[in-house]
């Protein structure tokens, strides 16, 4: 009896195991299928182009000349005839100094110059009566002699006194004080009424054209004459000059604009100077994956994405110059992304995206 209660409980077992089975078997069935991953991908082909590389520095805008114009004497100022700004043509009148003390010293050595030309000729009267009387010896050479000396030590003297006049007629011109260039005013230091010590500046003058100066430190691309500078996406002139001396231990370019700049004397402008340039096969920096081996961009061919080693040629902030140049698409994104390409699944490659120049 107890054998066939144990067979009757193992048949129910058995049965409910497989009730439970087949039940589990209809649910799995009807769960929905799984869709396949996919992930997207941006694309664009290689172009041929002529690629810059730019560094940027911070320049100063300079006048190609500079005056500081000053007095060679002490002298009162009379009249200052520019302003700050005021555009001057060459030997335009600046300042006029006070001219009294040095003409009424010009009248008094004109005065003495009169009464030594009279001087002169009374001993050179005197002088050519001695020489008759030397002459038929009826004077002494001694007397002959001392005559000669007066009149050579009054011609003298009106010499001394004609060279002071004309060194007195010099320095009245300094008093007029001229536009040594065509410029214009920078600063106004001293005005009218105001004394004017030697080589003191009165005011500034700086020329109409200008020029750029920038420091550099030299690297494994240098800077040097010839290289053109941009001021934003605009060529504005070229490096004409390195400086021999160093400022700040820093190396001195010059760079002369094609065309004058709206900025003030002395004032700071960012430039870019292009350091090198190519022709070649370009694309965006987001293509390329840097590795331990070397650089590589992932090319798109025959529905899979392969990993291709290329040579930097250059390389600016925003596209790199390769070699070799591909001719499939190549997959734009992050390196991290680039890296596992290969791995993804289905792919969707979208249409090739146009970077600007």
Not at 3 to 18: F, Q, R
Not at 121 to 145: H, P
């Amino acid at each position: 009896m107890k054998k066939i209660i144990l067979t009757v409980v193992a048949i129910l077992v058995i049965v409910s195991a497989g009730l439970f089975l087949k039940k589990q078997k209809e649910s799995v069935a009807n769960l929905p299928t799984a869709k396949e991953y996919s992930k997207s991908i941006d694309i664009t082909l290689a172009k041929k182009e002529q690629l810059s590389q730019k560094k940027e520095f911070l320049a100063q805008v300079l006048s190609s000349k500079s005056a500081n114009i000053a007095t060679k004497f002490v002298a009162r100022i009379k009249k200052v005839y520019v302003e700050e700004n005021d555009k001057v043509k060459k030997d335009q009148l600046l300042v006029a100094l006070d001219d009294r003390e040095i003409l009424a010293t010009l009248s008094s050595l004109k005065e003495q110059k009169k009464s030594l030309q009279l001087d002169v000729a009374n001993a050179k009267d005197v002088l050519e009566r001695k020489k008759k009387l030397y002459e038929i010896e009826a004077i002494s050479k001694e007397a002959f002699n001392t005559s000669r000396a007066i009149y050579q030590t009054r011609l003298s003297a009106l010499k001394a006194t004609e060279e002071k006049i004309n060194q007195t007629k010099v320095q009245l011109q300094y008093l007029n004080i001229t536009a040594p260039f065509n410029g214009v005013v920078g600063s106004k230091l001293l005005d009218a009424g105001s004394l004017a010590p030697a080589s003191k500046v009165i005011l500034t003058l700086n020329s109409d054209d200008q020029k750029l100066n920038f420091m550099f430190s030299q690297n494994d691309k240098p800077i040097v004459k010839g290289q053109k500078v941009f001021l934003g996406k605009k060529e504005i002139g070229e490096v004409t000059k390195i400086y021999d001396d160093a400022r700040n231990t820093l190396l001195v370019a010059e760079v002369k604009p094609s065309h004058p700049l709206p900025f003030v004397n002395k004032s700071y402008i960012n430039i870019k100077v292009e350091i090198d340039n190519t022709d070649g096969c370009t694309l965006p920096l987001n293509a390329l994956l840097h590795k331990q081996e070397g650089t590589f961009i992932m090319v798109y061919k025959g529905g899979k994405f392969h990993p291709l080693k290329v040579d930097v040629v250059l390389e600016n902030d925003k596209k790199a110059a390769i070699a070799p140049c591909p001719k499939e698409p190549v997959a734009l994104a992050s390196e991290a992304k680039l890296s596992i390409l290969p791995t993804y699944g289905k792919i969707i490659v979208n249409e090739p995206y146009k970077y600007e120049k």
